[in-house]
């Protein structure tokens, strides 16, 4: 039974922009509303612990799975797929749930929607706190990077479909946590597909429960991964980059030290040579030690202190 110090997520779906999006509420929002942004191979659960530690504080968390993921209907034409659909819906979730404003906590590739909707919509934003990406003007470059680049063979249409298929959900979604848990950057041979980078011998994460793993497999057995290699993916260069961008609110990021994401080209100079502090002024980087890209699950609490830090820093007026 859920408590005052322990408040209870529930469930809706909401009717945004011809679809019903699924929504994880918690809390009664006295001090402000926390937007929660996942990534892949993510969903809403993948924030449980931040959604409980925010309403227990005294917000209002909102943890929507994108459209496509997760509860969330599938779009008609899933190969149409854009950030720009994911912030339109973002702004549509709010005004359904009557948020005049809220701070946008954000994790993998849906950092991109949260700063874009943080710069196209200063109004709206009470502060970006991103976790495992930081803002990049103009987007990466892969081209350094070997064919065999996980990102680079699931932009090709079918490849990645093909790979999944020869294993059920749950051993492709286990898989995948376990390669994007680790400091390397998952890249396969030329004779190798991605799913041959780890085997049911390999471990999961012991951060990471039998249990979760069977959430997550149950969501996705619901929605299938079409959309999910269409968003983020195959949608990369549909990014439309936002001319001179300046950040009016606060930006938090926060980085786990063993984050493979820190060995793409460029990343570390963008956060360690200030070139992320020339389009955010008000600008706070953290590293986690020994965290990886799925550090809010991983050091729940750690980030449930910084996030905390982060709100109390910045009241709502």
Known sequence: ??????????????AIRGLNLHVAQAGTGELGTVLFLHGFPEIWYSWRHQMLAVAAAGYRAVAPDWRGYGLSDQPPEPEAASYQDLQEDLLAIMDALSVPKAFLVAKDFGAKPAYDFALHHPDRTCGVMCLGVPFVHGGTSFATLPEG?????????????????RYDIKRVVRTIYILFSRSEIPIANEDQEIMDLADLSTPLPEWFTDEDLGVYASLYEKSGFRYPMGMPYRSLHKRQPIEDPKFQVPVFVAMGEKDYVLKFPGIEAVLKDGVMAKFAPDLKVTYIPEGSHFVQEQFPDMVNELLLGFLKDHPVA
């Open 149 to 165: 680049f996980y990102i680079l063979r699931w932009q090709e249409p079918g490849r990645a479909e093909a790979d999944f298929g």
């Open 1 to 14: 039974m859920a408590t005052a110090e322990q408040p209870q997520i529930e469930h809706s779906h909401l």
